[in-house]
Every structure is written in C-alpha cells, then in structure tokens.
C-alpha cells in the first residue's frame, strides 16, 4: 500500500468516525437547551450530513487497499497485526450495511435494530483500526517490491 493510500485510509476513517461519534454524542447524550427543540444540539443535523458525505470514502479507501493490502497478506499467509486486521475485515461489511440500512429503513423496530448494529460495529472498526496502527510493525522480510510503501 502506497503512503498515499494509507493517509487517504486514515483521513477516511478519521472524517467518517470523528462525525459519527460527534453526531452520536449529540443525538443521545446532548440536552436540548430549549425543551421544544426538534434536535438535542444546533450542529446536530450538520454533523449527520457530514458523516453520510464521508462514509463513500471508508467503502472507497477499503476497496482502495483491498488487493493490495488485505488480501496479498492473507494469500502470503502473513501473521503480524492479523488479528486487528481480520477484526476490521468483520466489522466492515455489517458497518457499511447497517450504515445503508439505516436509511431506507421505514420501519422504527428495524431502524433501531440497524443503529444498534451500526454503532456496535462502527465501536469495533474505530477500536480495530486504532489498535491496528498502533501495533508493532515487523522491520524484516520485506520484499523489494514493497520498498517505498507503508507497512501496515
């Protein structure tokens, strides 16, 4: 993976999680000032606008890293950091569904059963992706044709 596309992955997850749990925040833990008020913060609606403009990116930087990334790793059988990276490889399929789902939903039983799931997975993701960077990186066995790009 090129440092280009790492720091497009990390800026995509920082935008898509940033948003989401600032939009979270205010949607369950925010009090109103004003007992009449439609929304629990005046950003509250802007918050979750942002949030469903940057989620695309998360899918597009996933794909991005996909083959080159995830799944030559798991071809070479490689061990290092694969427990995180299995974790966001789970989480991220029922993250981005859930996140659709959420929205064409109609019905209220289903809409919350999709933002339980949502949350849950999205908590897993943001925790996986965190730990995944901060874990070691090996600094042997690299092969010539990854020199100049970001372990990770």
């Known amino acids: 993976m090129s440092k280009a596309e790492a720091w497009f992955s990390h800026a995509a997850t920082l935008l898509v999680g940033g948003t989401g749990v600032a939009y979270g925040w205010m949607r369950y833990f925010a009090k109103p000032l004003d007992e009449f008020a439609v929304v629990n913060h005046p950003w509250e609606p802007t918050t979750l606008h942002l949030h469903l403009l940057f ?5 597009f930087a996933c794909g991005l890293v996909w083959k080159k990334h995830v799944w030559e790793r798991v071809v070479a059988g490689s061990r290092p950091r694969r427990k995180t990276g299995l974790l966001l490889f789970a989480v991220f399929a029922p993250m981005a569904a859930t996140g ?4 064409v ?11 339980v ?8 993701w943001i925790a996986g992706y965190g730990l995944h960077q901060l874990l070691p990186r090996p600094s042997h066995g690299r092969s010539p044709r990854h020199s100049g790009t970001t372990r990770g």
């Open 117 to 124: 799931g949502h949350v849950a997975t999205s908590v897993l």
């Open 100 to 103: 659709y789902l959420i929205q």
């Open 105 to 115: 939903t109609t019905s209220d039983a289903w809409r919350q059963a999709w933002i």
């Open 55 to 59: 989620a695309p990116l998360v899918i």
